[in-house]
């Protein structure tokens, strides 16, 4: 919860502490077995959640953002502390790489102005985003809240219309299925597509030559 007023995120706790109170008979137990990570430590404390137990989430922390902040108390509980810190800390390395790089040599500026020179003077309405790894298959997801409620509003922040294309629309599967489905139309369609292959350098669990196979394909399909 942010703010704890979402109709459906309430209603999901509303009927797991429903749950809980039948299977447990209700009293301090009940509560007992909720966390919240919220910027409304009232409304939390409201629903039964002990202070100890509220993270605080500052109000200007957007969802799209959160899962570095308290918001990604389930990714700990996942994977544990060891790889949420690795976490953390991949995303401070970027961090320092963004603010001390050379344009030249700057990889969230280079992405940033490929993603506006194919937007803005090539006019190509869609963003193809391919993993080769299906660890990640949930990113194409996770990249569409990230860019396209952040970019793709008509409006500046002042309220004045913009005067060319927002943000285009972003999809993508794992290269693995995707290559055996919509890679037909990337190849032989009318219309061109940007489509940006993601290879991870090693694999989570290495089996025999399985990572070699993900890289060729990888390299073939954006040759092709």
């Known amino acids: 919860w942010k703010s704890l007023p979402t109709q459906q995120t309430l209603a999901n706790a509303i009927r797991a502490k429903a749950w809980l109170t039948g299977c447990l008979g209700g009293g301090a137990a009940v509560n007992a077995?909720?966390?919240?990570?919220?910027?409304?430590a009232?409304?939390?404390q409201a629903f039964g959640v002990a202070s100890p137990d509220i993270f605080p989430l500052w109000d200007w922390v957007g969802g799209r953002y959160s899962l570095w902040s308290p918001m990604g108390l389930p990714i700990v509980f996942k994977l544990g502390w060891d790889r949420f810190a690795d976490l953390l800390a991949g995303a401070a390395?970027?961090?320092t790489h963004f603010r001390t790089s050379p344009l030249e040599r700057n990889l969230p500026v280079l992405l940033g102005l490929a993603g506006w020179w194919?937007?803005?003077?090539?006019?190509?309405?869609?963003?193809?985003?391919i993993p080769y790894a299906q660890s990640l298959f949930r990113l194409p997801g996770y990249l569409q809240q990230l860019v396209i409620e952040s970019n793709g509003k008509h409006v500046a922040r002042d309220g004045s219309a913009l005067p060319g294309p927002t943000t285009p629309s972003l999809w993508g599967d794992c290269g693995t299925s995707s290559q055996h489905a919509f890679f037909?139309?990337?190849h032989q369609g009318t219309r061109e597509a940007p489509v940006e292959f993601i290879v991870p350098v090693r694999a989570a669990h290495p089996v025999a030559n399985q990572q070699t196979l993900l890289v060729a394909n990888a390299l073939a399909q954006a040759q092709a």
């Not at 077995?33 to 409304?40: Q, S």
């Not at 194919?118 to 985003?129: D, I, K, S, W, Y």
Request: glycine share 4%; proline share 3%.
């Open 118 to 129: 194919n937007a803005f003077h090539l006019r190509h309405p869609e963003r193809v985003v």
């Open 184 to 186: 037909q139309w990337l």
């Open 33 to 40: 077995h909720f966390l919240a990570v919220t910027g409304n």
């Open 93 to 95: 390395s970027v961090d």
């Open 42 to 44: 009232a409304a939390a």
